[in-house]
T-cell receptor, first 110, second 116 residues
């Protein structure tokens, strides 16, 4: 079983819809990251969180440490949000390394 | 401010050839990483470095070597390329003052490598 599981693997939405991408992990963590990879291949860090909730524009990330679960929400989705969204966790104990999920491919149609 | 720059962006090699991928960052970051990304799999860590002159093995180190002779550069070498090393390679760096580990990683644009 992978340490980091994302769902769904693929998601297609209509412009304007509310999007939720889920991430579950099996180990104790010190931080969870959400990353975005555009079709051109570049990877950008969106959020890093260890508790609660963070918001940036139309993106919201939440984490429930007890349930080992995080969600990434996109409000009022737009075709430019089409990308692969990747969840990654850093294990407790001061590990320098991240463990990555396989990603969720989001397509937003106009 | 260039961030993390990877060279080259594309390369085709024949089995058995050698090459070096260069990663350069201008953010004075301590930590640097090399990942590979394959279809249907998450990013996997090949090697990483927590400072100039240091390197460590990641999840999939076999067939690769690295060097961090200067703080801003992290080199990934393939001594004898194999078709299984066909992949997209990403370099990343992070700012970790005093070894603090909860810092975002900044990624390069990737190097697409094909081994024939």
């Amino acid at each position: 079983k992978n340490e980091v599981e994302q769902s769904p693997q693929n998601l297609t939405a209509q412009e304007g819809e509310f999007i939720t991408i889920n991430c579950s992990y099996s180990v104790g963590i010190s931080a969870l990251h959400w990353l975005q990879q555009h079709p051109g291949g570049g990877i950008v860090s969106l959020f890093m969180l260890s508790s609660g909730k963070k918001k940036h524009g139309r993106l919201i990330a939440t984490i429930n440490i007890q349930e080992k679960h995080s969600s990434l929400h996109i409000t009022a989705s737009h075709p430019r949000d089409s990308a692969v969204y990747i969840c990654a966790v850093r294990s407790q104990g001061g590990s320098e390394k991240l463990v990555f999920g396989k990603g969720t491919k989001l397509t937003v149609n106009p | 401010n260039a961030g993390v720059t990877q060279t080259p962006k594309f390369r085709v090699l024949k089995t058995g050839q050698s090459m070096t991928l260069l990663c350069a960052q201008d953010m004075n970051h301590e930590y640097m990483y090399w990942y590979r990304q394959d279809p249907g799999m998450g990013l996997r860590l090949i090697h990483y470095s927590v400072g100039e002159g240091t390197t460590a093995k990641g999840e999939v180190p076999d067939g690769y070597n690295v060097s961090r002779l200067k703080k801003q550069n992290f080199l990934l070498g393939l001594e004898s390329a194999a078709p299984s090393q066909t992949s997209v390679y990403f370099c990343a760096s992070s700012y970790n003052p005093g070894g603090a580990d909860n810092q975002p990683q900044h990624f390069g644009d990737g190097t697409r490598l094909s081994i024939l």
